[in-house]
């Protein structure tokens, strides 16, 4: 074997294994979701994005959010541990992708339910108010697809989906995170899924891009507070195990101080910066936190409707 050979080779191998190390270190991560049992027929799934319910129906599975990008298969393995029946319905509680974008690896055939707002928003995902950008793909998610399991059908203000043990109601109150929230009520099981409009005992995002709205918040809270009869249990967008009822009664009180605390501020010729600076939880709410990062866009989102 030559010299120059031999140096080829060497430098072959060196080449081939940096390619190899190139193609290893940017390993994604596994995309597990965890099952929580909340009845004998109704799971959440952490993980991935807003929490997805699956309820288990006499004749197939009707899902409720389909996570971030790239998570629907996953959903799809996790159902198959839970039971041999298909999935027959999506229902979207809002248009944020991490609650839509894994609708596109379902089965085309799978019917798509949303409340009408969130349908149109569906179609042209924006930016969310106060949340980093994310890739530019992500938002023509739908679009690349040709409209894959986009809302199929849609309602206004009530809908009721098959009957019996089966019956799921769905309830839209006005404006809040967006101006599509949809409740996802399982009259059988006193369960409601309730997506990011009490999505973590925080501040709420107030996605005004979508439609959201501060001012209204607690009044569409209440709304629902009083409008759903027979719930005790909720599935909340992003709490990774359920609440109570009265737990959202005390969202909607939360929300009405966190109002009256940006109106206050602007009365007092506090900036809307000044005022996010400013604000700590009061005390009688125990257990609930303030980010920073998103006390100042709300502030901001609260302030521009103030001044309307
Ligand atoms: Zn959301």
Redesign the pocket.
Known sequence: MTRTLVLGALIAMAALSFTVGAYQTPQPAPRTVTALKVKDNLYMLNGGG?TTGVFIGANGVVVIDTKNPGWGQSILDAIKELTPKPVTMIINT?S?L??VAGNIEFPATVDVVAQEHTAANMKRITPVTGLPLRPANEYAIFADKNGRNLAKRTFKDRMTLGSGSDRIDLYYFGRA?TDGDTFVVFPALRVAHVG?LFAFKQPP?LDANAGGSGIEYSRTVMKAYSGIKDVDTIIN?HTPTTTTWADLKEYADYMTTFIGYAESQMKAGKSADEAATGYTVPEQFKGYTAPPARVKPDMQVIYNELTK
Do not use: F
Request: glycine fraction near 22%; avoid cysteine; charge should be negative.
């Open positions: 807003g809002h944020h991490d609650h995170h990011d995002i967008g």
